[in-house]
């Protein structure tokens, strides 16, 4: 069983920044790869970007590329989303996600296996 714990979100304006973490339990964290997904009022939730568990690879949603970008630090088994020039349509709940995966990384939500709480992200216009 994995633990997801995400925080850092927050009330930002239009343009600011923020960075959230995730962090996790358990001592694998290093064999997972990480997702982080965002879920507006009404919306389904969207994937936004993943890393593999090297960190070596990332893919991003064609709405934050250039904007966010994913990393983790696999010492202090966390993942982080740097978010930058942030804009409305940004404002949702992100979650993060993980799945048990040395070679692949995944942009759907039906492929992770485990997810935390959740972070409200909202930006002001």
């Known amino acids: 069983q994995v633990q997801l714990v995400e925080s850092g979100g927050g009330l930002v304006q239009a343009g600011d920044s923020l960075r959230l973490s995730c962090t996790a339990s358990?001592?694998?964290?290093?064999?997972?790869?990480m997702g982080w997904f965002r879920q507006a009022p009404g919306k389904e939730r969207e994937f936004v970007a993943t890393?593999?568990?090297?960190?070596?690879?990332?893919y991003y949603a064609d709405s934050v590329k250039g904007r966010f970008t994913i990393s983790r630090d696999n010492a202090k088994n966390t993942v982080y989303l740097q978010m930058n020039s942030l804009k409305p349509g940004d404002t949702a709940v992100y979650y993060c996600?993980?799945?048990?995966?040395?070679?692949?990384?995944?942009?759907?939500?039906?492929?992770?296996?485990?997810w935390g709480q959740g972070t409200q992200v909202t930006v002001s216009s």
């Open positions: 890393i593999n568990w090297s960190g070596g690879s990332t």
């Open positions: 996600a993980s799945r048990q995966s040395y070679s692949l990384i995944f942009a759907s939500p039906e492929a992770y296996d485990y």
């Open positions: 358990g001592r694998t964290f290093s064999s997972y790869v």
